[in-house]
């Protein structure tokens, strides 16, 4: 029994938040120092680094909880799905439901129970838990409903990766310039027609021995500040240099597991965190095989999108499986690959055949 995506989805906030809007921020250094530049060269050098020109931010008036159904609601039309033929409802995030305004994080009941009350389904069988994985929550939720169909625990899984990142920065540190909000949902369903499309290998692995806080979270950067409220924060250099020493080969190890050619991956659907260091790990995990990676193979939103976190990689998949992210484009019989790298450190990636 092998696992297919039958339906996709995402939501993509409609408040667009451009560089020049974090003109007039006081940023300071991690202990509380000035920065030594002007804030329009900060945010030109952040530009060049990241390639982000630009974010979306979620209403005032709503939640995680409730953009994940809006994703959600398009990936069940999308696969022509009756909702209550679900057995799981699985949602990656990191944060919860975060009000505006408010300090204090909402994960009771979780944030799926929540999403299947929205979609108003009644059957008890239909079981709804969270995943906090990082920024690989959703790479993570599909290998899990993976793995529940092929024990024949599930035949029909609903998989979201919802954040609301912009309730949880320090708009003293410039890092808070990366994240963004958004939503993506997938329906994995079981595989009954013996074709050769679906999950062809999947790897996950944890580095946790001195890697656990490279994202974490910690007081504001303005040490002035007397409030008690806490930030994400990472150390950005030390997960580019962790990434790009790990992702490229867990990817090759999940490809060699899969038993397809390097030659027949088409697309790389990778978590967008960072333009340079996205860039850099394709090329690597292409040159590991002897080979360049092609130019078009990269599917990016970062430069309008930010990085949503555990959003990024199902909204990067939709757009394209919808034809709405340039000339990229899916076809039957592509193989492809999905893979993340986050807080944990987790690193994940999916080797999957259309």
């Known amino acids: 029994m092998n696992s297919i995506i039958t339906g996709i989805g995402s939501y993509i ?68 799905l009756d909702p209550e033929t679900l057995d799981y409802i699985i949602v990656a995030h990191n944060y919860g439901d975060i009000k505006h305004g408010c300090q204090q994080s909402d994960t009771v009941p979780s944030v799926a129970s929540r999403v299947k009350h929205l979609l108003r389904i009644k059957n008890p069988r239909c079981v709804a838990y969270d995943i906090l994985f990082g920024c690989p929550g959703w790479v993570e939720g599909m290998i899990q409903a993976h793995a529940f169909i092929k024990a024949g625990m599930a035949k029909k899984c609903l998989v979201i990766g919802a954040e609301a990142l912009s309730r949880v920065i320090d708009p003293h540190d410039r890092d808070s310039m990366i994240y963004s ?123 309008k999108l930010g990085n949503s976190s555990v959003a990024t990689v199902p909204t990067v998949f939709d757009l394209v499986k919808r034809g709405k992210l340039g000339d990229h484009e899916v076809n039957k019989g592509d193989v492809v690959i999905f893979a993340s790298v986050g807080a944990g450190m987790n690193i994940n990636a999916i080797v999957y055949r259309m």
Not at 13 to 38: I, K, L, Q, R, T
Not at 222 to 236: F, H, S, V
Not at 247 to 267: F, H, Q, R, W, Y
């Open 13 to 80: 906030p409609s408040e667009v938040a451009p560089n020049e809007g974090f003109e007039d921020n006081e940023f300071y250094n991690s202990d509380g120092s000035p920065f030594g530049h002007e804030n329009t060269v900060i945010i030109e050098k952040f530009k060049a680094i990241t390639g982000i020109e630009e974010r979306r931010y979620i209403k005032d008036n709503l939640v995680t909880s409730e953009i994940a159904m809006f994703a959600a609601e398009k990936a069940i039309t999308n696969a022509n």
């Open 181 to 303: 909000d958004g939503a993506g949902a997938t329906i994995l369903e079981a595989n009954e027609n013996n074709s050769s499309s679906g999950i062809l290998s999947h790897i996950t692995a944890t580095h946790t021995y001195d890697e656990a806080h490279f994202i974490h979270f910690g007081a504001s950067n303005n040490q002035e500040l007397n409030d008690a409220r806490r930030y994400i924060k990472m150390y950005g250099r030390k997960i580019y240099e962790f990434a790009l020493t790990n992702v490229p080969n867990a990817m090759k190890e999940c490809l060699d597991e899969s038993g397809a050619s390097i030659d027949e991956v088409t697309k790389v659907f990778i978590h967008q965190a960072n333009e340079k260091m996205d860039e850099a790990i394709v090329k690597r995990f292409f040159k590991l095989y002897g080979k360049v990676a092609p130019e078009d193979v990269m599917p990016m939103t970062i430069d």
